[in-house]
């Protein structure tokens, strides 16, 4: 079978795109198995230093195609169920699964986001989006709840109440928005070129830096000031000790572009 997740990787960024056009990049169960499974992939991935996911066509993600995965309803409680080495089951795990890959990512949005959409943008490190694209936590329209990381990530970025209320109401919002209220870091009428410009000049920062200043601030932005001033230490302690830091130190004297090792174990 055919993936719809395209994923091509050059000069140490990777491209990842929804591959689904003809449905708006709607999701079924191929697919979020595939998200999953290339986030794995690519985290394996040492000469990786960013990664790009946007979608094909008219639309970044419209969500999960309801009439697509009714056709084998049996999926559904199965794909429920949580690896428990993870913590998260399939539908999670197509998104959280991008948080644990090691260098930045970046979504670029148009079109619609909506419901898996919009929880698929948000596990992403920066988000830059179109100011006409339509972000949608859409599942309050059928009667459910974002249950794919959307509630910690939504909460994460624009605080409890916001997030209810997006939540609660199913409101769509632009991308203007969006940004305006937290959703998105940056707007821009091709955010496709946008995120790989931001991805390009990632790529010429130490790749241990940039894992490093990944894990601190997804696992201790809200952690006790003792835990993360603890956590702080002991990554860079890790940095001063390792060859990267070396390798950025001396192109900083030199003022000359440095070229990095591979990333480091985690």
């Not at 499974?37 to 993600?61: E, K, P, Q, Y």
């Not at 795990?93 to 890959?101: D, G, L, T």
């Not at 490093?212 to 997804?218: M, T």
Request: aromatic share 6%.
């Amino acid at each position: 079978m055919t993936s719809l997740i395209s994923c091509t990787v050059r000069d140490g960024i990777a491209d990842v795109r929804l591959d689904r056009p003809e449905k708006y990049n709607g999701l079924t169960f191929d697919m979020l198995r595939d998200l999953a499974s290339t986030a794995h992939r690519l985290r394996r991935d040492r000469s990786l230093r960013a990664v790009v996911i946007s979608g094909t066509g008219d639309a970044f993600c419209a969500g999960l195609d309801f009439a697509a995965v009714s056709k084998a309803p049996w999926q559904i409680p199965v794909g429920l169920i949580p690896v428990p080495w993870r913590g998260t089951n399939l539908f999670q795990e197509a998104c959280w699964a991008w948080r644990r890959v090691p260098v930045p990512v970046i979504a670029a949005v148009h079109g619609h986001c909506y419901g898996g959409g919009i929880q698929i943008a948000l596990a992403a490190d920066f988000r830059i989006t179109t100011p006409d694209a339509k972000w949608s936590v859409l599942e309050g329209k059928w009667g459910l709840i974002p249950d794919m990381s959307g509630v910690r990530s939504l909460s994460e970025l624009v605080g409890v109440e916001t997030a209810k209320k997006l939540t609660m109401t199913a409101e769509v919002i632009s991308g203007q928005q969006a940004h305006e209220l937290g959703l998105a870091g940056d707007v821009a009428d091709d955010p496709r070129e946008a995120a790989f410009e931001l991805a390009a000049q990632l790529a010429t920062k130490s790749p241990d830096a940039l894992a490093a200043g990944k894990r601190l601030f997804d696992r201790h932005h809200s952690s006790s000031a003792r835990r993360t001033f603890a956590a702080e230490r002991r990554e860079q302690v890790k940095l001063l000790l390792g060859r990267n830091a070396k390798i950025a130190r001396a192109a900083g004297l030199k003022r000359e572009t440095p070229q990095f090792a591979q990333r480091g174990a985690r």
